[in-house]
């Protein structure tokens, strides 16, 4: 199931008696954790019925404990244990009596407590015994990485459901600039449709003013400047990058632009170049810019950025590098490499 599915049947009231909501994308899993701990009880039942734990500060006997309850003067009581990979699983494996108390838990949970386990960041071990339990007497979700050739269709699909437009151009930008974390993307977008009528649509001009991307000085532009081996252009850039660190963090220009030259190489071997949007998973308004910078750039040169991409990402965290050499040194020094 979706977190949509998901959270269109607790609006139904169709509920399961244990959530095991994991993965290594928050942002689902926040999701559904909110909507059960804002809507599944009323305001009135939440005082009595409603417990939030967190795993760093509780046990597995705390939270059966509270989860073995009955409620009070309501049909459900909710317990929600958020941060649950800090809580301590691994006594409920074995022959313990604790042991036996955790599993017969979840083979048999109490029906009038909906018990939620916000696993995040991280898989739950799908060989432990409780998970094997709580796939027969629960639910259990997985939210996973979102892949970067789908964050473009993500976003649109956010702001379609919000109610807003925005043209492909502005989505691909948000992508670029913002990564893959969506709970980032999602608060991004949120603050941005604040400044803007339903009526209007998205671009990008809209989105580097409220998201606070320079119009000129950017990973977007940055990767076009390469692509035509523009000197100038790609120095006022890493210069902008080099003195407003906090807003374009090396690690993340690296990532984007290692992105890039991975689908430009990716680009050099599509046998059929009509098929080179789908495949790239890029707008197609995107192909006339790789097919410049394939021109430019062949596989050899490609994989030779590549490698540059690595030596100096390494030496932007402090390794592999001689003395202390501040960010926009390791610009100048990469960019020279990449164009010549």
Known sequence: MTAAEIIKDIKARKFKPVYLLHGEEAYYIDQVTDYIEDKLLSDAEKGFNQTILYGKDTDMATVLGAAKRY????????????????????????????????????????P????????????????????????????????????????????????????????????????????????????????????????????TDLVQKNIGISKEYNVFELQKALAVRNVLKCNQIIDYFANNP?????????????????????????PNKADAASALGVPPFFIKDYEVAAKNYNTGKVF???SLLREY????????????VDDG????????????
């Open 246 to 270: 906090k807003a374009n963090p090396m690690v993340m220009v690296l990532a984007n632009l290692g992105g890039y030259f991975t689908k430009l190489l990716k680009y050099h071997y599509i």
């Open 112 to 203: 009038s407590t909906i018990l939620v386990l916000a696993f995040k960041y991280a898989n739950f071990d799908k060989r432990k015994k409780i998970y094997k339990a709580i796939s027969k007497s629960g639910l259990i979700f997985q939210s996973d990485l979102v892949r970067d050739y789908k964050l473009v269709p993500w976003i649109e699909d956010f702001i379609k459901e919000k109610g807003y437009k925005i043209d492909q151009q502005a989505s691909a930008l948000m992508a670029e600039y913002l990564g893959t974390d969506l709970s980032k993307i999602a608060n991004e977008i949120e603050k941005l449709m604040l400044n803007v009528p339903k009526e209007v649509i998205i671009n």
């Open 313 to 324: 990402d390494l030496k932007s965290k402090g390794l592999d590098s001689s003395g202390n």
């Open 71 to 110: 409620p009070m003067m309501s049909d459900y009581q909710v317990v929600i244990v958020k941060e649950a990979q800090d809580l301590k699983w691994a006594k409920e494996e074995g022959n313990s009596k604790e042991a036996e108390f955790v599993i017969n838990y979840f083979e048999k949970p109490l």
């Open 304 to 306: 030779q950025v590549i």
């Open 329 to 340: 040194q390791l610009y100048k020094e990469l960019i020279f490499k990449i164009i010549h």
